[in-house]
């Protein structure tokens, strides 16, 4: 009985080991698997002609005769979408009509003027317009239909095909008809809602498609383009189609939130209106009008980002993690590898030694963002005078010192000591034997540890933060002191882009474009540096 | 051939070397002074690692000491309390900076704990499993597993921290905030396992065959071996590792900057491990960008630094206590 | 296992070396700068049976000791080594044999803390004086280690290492000593076909066999072999005694070796060590079948050790 027992706790101890290794398998999935998963589709997607168009536009790149013809059959299908917009809008944006109202009266005022019309026939003409003019606005603005009928009715009584034709006002009575007809369809009471509405209709097509063409092309790169990929567009028609109304809940206590179409025939605003089919033509239509298609953006990984990370790539990282982590190690690979050649075979055992190899385990347990301290301390303030890529490189050199010189003396120390016996035994000198014989062997373990070494340096924030990372530098000049800019890194992008960047939370898939490309480089790094290891375990064995 | 085919060699002046085998006085005063001078150079090339600890010291306190040691003593004494056991920290209000930093400190520590309250037991039964129950291959699976897990950089675990755990702590724990403690402490947790499983197995690794088998010859399972024999024998050991975990939580920067809501004061009920805190690290993360150098502000951050620097070089020195008590343990069996 | 400096040890013995005036062996000033006159009178050592002339002698020991920190490896060992001879030193184990053997070459300098007293020369030179060319002395009295150690580098390069430091150049010459080294050391026939092999992928035997070919190639006039068989199988062994047969005459050989069997088959002159002192010294022959000492008879007969 008693063994029983015993027997039970040892089988749920060896569970509990076995589960915390399995756990831990579990967590690095858990880890890797979303992370990966949602930053693939920042170079594998869906790409829509506007992707296309954004690539010719500020990269130049891809056929530009295929192009334009996608661009055009884009454009036709978009049409028709545009002409029940146009409709409709004409009606509400009374600001519109409004204007165009008072820019004729200027007009037609201007034309008498210029054809030198005698001053009582324009007085009379102009007071005629005048009153054209007025009753359109009062027409316009009123909610009433009656009221607007009237309005209307008395501008069809001053009707003259006579004395206005070929002139602006021409135009009044066209309105006058249009808008006519228009009210008959629409329900004016609703007009301050449809405005509203409208107004998000319409960003909603302007995500979705850009700008017009007849419109000014805007400034900013990220306005100057519809949905880039087809994912995005189906989030915005959503946007577009659904709209949420605040209902009473089932006990009538509170506002719950409902989704319903803008076309629905009970509830939706647009029901019933000229607007309403626009939906559903949407709907149907949209591939049609993005021409969606299966795209590899490899060159996410060298391209420029735009203002703001919204289009582009991560290139500007990605130097500036290669410049940063390069440079560090022309600095601590000579240094780690030097100090541990030294501790290993010339060192003594006396004091001095013993301080040394307590400094460097200081090192290695300093935490990052003293390092970081230091750095802004130090390095910035007394040898580059400015935050820049040779201060924030040092710094990590600094960071990755320890682990390179453990990793070498680990290595160095293990090169037996026969070898040296050989060496010296036919007559090399220490340091010819070290160099000749020693190194070489050791070589493998050294150049593992400064590939590790290497994607600890890729993989640090803290240290740069200060000294040197920024979020939206420019690539450094190669030309001029390019050291002393500061530059972009992965590392600190990615923290920017997640916590400090709210434009960029639009774009989650280049937030976690990022964070999979560092965590690809890093990844990289240490299975380079895994089968190194294993290779060379097996070379030593003489196989 | 056997040996009577030898006559002495017919060289009668036998002890003639082709080369000398002395030294000329030049190759002598050469070789003394390539001697000395390459180990002169390697000395100092070598001595640069002390000279950069205490560099990283002298300049951290450099830059703490115009906050610590303002006005007279009283003055830095009240300071230095307030620095210390306020929970007030407001360094940018206009007339009256407070820097009182202990909700920081207890952040810190807070989330340190608790990721090792997390991670020892996961930690020591995985070194266990390595050491003792896994076959070999099984254990050179592992082996990448956990290299890879302590190589991801911790601004990679910072951004799974906000942008995957943090919304699912909301929506399905519902949690008023994501970023809070425990999200903190998980990841933190996952980032110090390496370290304390590598040292943990080195540790039980070293104890060596002979105890085990001796208490298996008795008739003890395995998990009584482990647990009443070698863990034990591996305690100092595996404190070192725990040691070392809790420095690696400690230091961590981005990860509590990014996961633990930032928000400066001690959680109201201590066992809410739902509320934000802040830690010293996110503090100079977080704070440091945007003080003009040489105001109070700047100077109690390196403060701050100081005592970080301050607790890892005690927590490391105390690890190399126990590795030293260690490996003097088990050398001596 | 650190490896220390040997300038340290140098310093330290030789500073022992000059304080000898006090030990009585050889009244030869010569050794103040470290030359040993070649024709002065070579001291004998007292349980040698066969002297041999000042001009064959090519190492001599007058009571040279051996010290590990405080412990002595070897106390008081006065002989001499004839040129051209194979001479074995056997005895139980810890009793010095190596300690000795690495002597001859200063391979004992990898040790840290050690001293010597007394004298150890070889071809006229005192090799534990300062002013000795170690490179040189290395190059000219080869060692063969207990266990075969190459490089991991190819076959090739691991017997021209030496020839290169010497500065050879050449491919040509290259290629020369090695083929020529590699026949000498009886493994040429086994390896020619592929030199860039990595000597890891030999088996024990052929490795042993290399290092002594490396060994052989920077042209030594004395190869030192430490225990050369005990980590390869009875087939190996045999083809490196064959190969110490051959290689007589050429080179001086000092075997040390576990095996008295061994020691018997390929020596001429055999010396018994045992606890650090030189028990008796003689042609192999004699020493075999008529041991002098009561100590070398016990252990021939295998009483102990």
Redesign the interface.
């Known amino acids: 009985m008693q063994v029983r027992i015993r027997q039970a706790w040892n089988h749920l101890f060896t569970i509990l080991s076995s589960g915390s290794i399995v756990l831990l398998v579990a967590a690095l999935l858990l880890f890797l698997i979303p992370m990966l998963r949602k930053g693939i589709p920042a170079v594998v997607f869906r790409g829509t002609v506007e992707f296309r168009k954004m690539q010719a536009e500020l990269f130049d790149r891809g056929d530009t005769m295929a192009l334009q013809k996608e661009t055009e059959q884009t454009w036709q299908a978009r049409q028709e979408i545009y002409t029940i917009l146009d409709h409709f809008s004409r009606g509400i944006d009374t600001e519109k009509l409004t204007d165009e109202a008072k820019d004729l009266y200027r007009d037609y005022g201007q034309i008498l003027r210029y054809q030198e019309t005698p001053k009582e026939q324009y007085t009379e003409l102009r007071g005629r317009a005048k009153e054209i003019r007025d009753h359109l606005l009062d027409a316009f603005e009123s909610t009433d239909k009656d009221e607007i009928a009237a309005h209307l009715d008395a501008i069809e009584a001053l009707r003259d095909e006579a004395a206005f034709s070929g002139t602006p006002v021409e135009k009044m009575f066209t309105m006058t008809g249009d808008f006519r007809k228009l009210i008959a369809t629409v329900d004016l009471s609703k007009r301050d809602i449809f405005a509203d509405e409208l107004e998000v209709v319409k960003e909603e097509l302007y995500n979705l498609f850009g700008p017009r063409p007849d419109e000014q092309t805007p400034q900013l790169a990220m306005k100057r383009f519809g949905a880039t990929r087809w994912d995005v567009a189906e989030k915005h028609l959503t946007f577009l189609v659904w709209q949420e109304k605040w209902i009473p809940s089932d006990d009538g206590q509170t506002l719950v939130a409902k989704q319903v179409r803008r076309d629905d025939p009970l509830e939706g605003s647009f029901a019933g209106t000229e607007l309403a089919p626009l939906f559903s033509l949407t709907e149907k239509i949209l591939k049609d009008t993005m021409k969606p298609r299966f795209t590899l953006y490899w060159q996410y990984f060298i391209d420029d980002s735009t203002p703001g990370h919204y289009f582009g790539g991560v290139g500007p990282e990605v130097l500036g993690t290669l410049l940063l982590t390069l440079l560090a190690m022309c600095f601590s690979i000579p240094l780690g590898v030097i100090s541990a050649a030294y501790l290993v075979e010339y060192a003594g055992d006396n004091l001095i030694v013993k301080i040394i190899r307590i400094c460097i385990n200081t090192l290695a347990g300093v935490p990052s963002i003293v390092y970081g301290l230091f750095g802004m301390a130090f390095f910035v303030a007394y040898i580059t005078k400015q935050p820049g890529v040779l201060s924030a490189s040092m710094t990590l050199a600094l960071l990755v010192l320890p682990v390179i010189i453990r990793a070498s003396e680990e290595a160095i120390r293990a090169v037996p000591q026969t070898y040296r016996e050989a060496a010296m035994g036919l007559g090399a000198g220490k340091f010819r034997s070290f160099l000749t014989v020693t190194l070489p062997a050791a070589g493998p373990g050294i150049l593992t540890g400064i590939i590790l070494s290497l994607s600890r340096a890729a993989g640090e924030t803290a240290p740069i933060l200060f000294a040197g990372a920024a979020a939206l530098a420019p690539i450094p000049d190669f030309g001029g002191k390019w050291w002393l800019q500061e530059t972009r890194a992965l590392s600190y992008g990615c923290y920017d882009i997640t916590v400090g960047d709210k434009l960029a939370m639009m774009v989650p898939h280049k937030q976690f474009g990022m964070v999979m490309t560092l965590i690809i480089l890093v990844l990289c790094l240490n299975v380079i540096a895994i089968v190194i290891r294993s290779r060379m375990s097996k070379k030593l064995r003489g196989m | 051939m056997s040996k009577n085919t030898s006559k002495p060699s017919s060289n009668p002046a036998a002890a003639q070397f082709s080369r000398p085998l002395r030294l000329s006085v030049s190759q002598d005063l050469r070789g003394l002074l390539a001697k000395n001078i390459g180990h002169g150079i390697l000395f100092s090339i070598t001595f640069v690692s002390v000279l950069a600890v205490m560099a990283i010291f002298y300049f951290v306190v450099q830059e703490s000491v115009p906050f610590i040691f303002k006005g007279g003593f009283r003055d830095s004494l009240s300071r230095v309390t307030e620095f210390l056991t306020s929970t007030a920290w407001y360094p940018q209000k206009e007339e009256n900076p407070e820097y009182g930093a202990l909700a920081i400190i207890v952040g810190s520590l807070y989330v340190t704990f608790c990721s090792l309250i997390i991670a020892v037991p996961i930690g020591v039964l995985a070194a266990v499993f390595l050491s003792d129950i896994a076959p070999f291959s099984v254990r050179q699976y592992c082996k990448p597993i956990i290299e890879i897990l302590a190589a991801i950089p911790s601004v990679a675990y910072g951004v799974f921290a906000v942008m995957v755990v943090a919304p699912w702590m909301q929506k399905t724990l519902g949690f008023s905030t994501g970023t809070n403690a425990i999200n903190a402490s998980l990841i933190l947790s996952v980032m110090a396992l390496p370290t304390i499983i590598s040292v943990a197995e080195d540790a039980l690794s070293a104890i060596g065959r002979e105890i085990r088998e001796a208490s298996y010859g008795l008739g003890a399972t395995r998990a009584e071996t482990m647990i009443k024999v070698v863990i034990p024998a591996a305690h100092s050991g595996i404190i070192a590792a725990v040691i070392l975990g809790m420095m690696r939580a400690i230091g961590e920067t981005m990860v509590v900057w990014m996961a633990s809501g930032n928000s400066s004061r001690i959680p109201s009920p201590w066992w809410d491990l739902s509320q934000s805190v802040r830690t010293m690290t996110a503090t100079i993360a977080g704070e440091l960008g945007e003080v003009p150098k040489d105001t109070d502000h700047y100077y109690v951050l390196f403060a701050i630094g100081l005592l970080l620097l301050i607790f890892t070089f005690g927590l490391n020195m105390t690890s190399e206590f126990f590795m030293t008590r260690f490996k003097k343990k088990s050398r001596g069996l | 296992?650190?490896?220390?400096?040997?300038?340290n040890i140098i310093r330290k013995s030789e500073s022992k070396g000059l304080k000898m005036e006090s030990i009585p062996i050889s009244k030869n000033s010569a050794s103040k700068n470290?030359?040993i006159k070649?024709d002065s009178p070579v001291k004998q050592s007292p349980v040698q049976d066969t002297p041999i002339s000042a001009?064959?002698?090519?190492v001599r020991a007058e009571g040279f000791t051996f010290f590990y920190g405080s412990k002595k490896g070897v106390e008081d060992i006065t002989m001499n080594i004839?040129?051209?001879?194979?001479t074995a030193i056997i005895g139980p184990s810890g009793c010095g044999k190596s300690t000795f053997l690495r002597s001859i070459?200063r391979?004992n300098?990898?040790i840290p803390q050690t001293r010597t007293e007394g004298l150890l020369s070889?071809?006229?030179?005192d090799?534990y004086h300062?002013?000795?060319?170690?490179?040189?002395?290395?190059?000219?009295v080869?060692?063969v280690?207990q266990?075969p150690?190459?490089?991991?580098?190819s076959i090739y390069d691991n017997v021209t290492?030496?020839p290169k430091?010497?500065g050879i150049r050449n491919k040509a010459k290259l290629d020369e000593i090695v083929e020529k080294c590699l026949i000498d050391a009886a493994i040429w026939e086994e390896v020619k076909d592929d030199l860039n092999k990595?000597a890891?992928?030999?088996s024990g035997g052929q490795q042993q066999r290399l290092?002594i070919a490396?060994?052989l190639a920077?042209?030594p006039?004395m190869v030192l072999m430490d225990e050369p068989c005990s980590a390869l199988d009875p087939l190996a062994t045999a083809r490196i005694e064959?190969l110490i047969?051959?290689l007589?005459?050429?080179y001086?050989i000092v075997v040390v070796t576990h095996n008295m069997q061994q020691a018997a088959?390929?020596?001429?002159r055999t010396a018994f060590f045992c606890l650090g002192k030189l028990i008796e010294y003689g042609m192999t022959d004699r020493l075999f079948t008529n041991p002098r000492q009561k100590e070398t008879e016990d252990y021939i007969t295998g009483r102990f050790g």
């Open positions: 296992m650190l490896v220390k400096t040997d300038s470290g030359k070649l001009e064959r002698t090519i004839e040129t051209g001879s194979v070459n391979m300098d990898l070889v071809g006229g030179q090799v300062k002013s000795t060319n170690l490179v040189n002395l290395r190059q000219q080869g060692m280690f266990r150690n190459p490089f991991a580098k290492y030496g430091l010497q990595s890891l992928a030999l290092c490396r060994t920077t042209k006039k064959d047969a051959a007589k005459g050429i001086t088959r390929v020596s001429d």
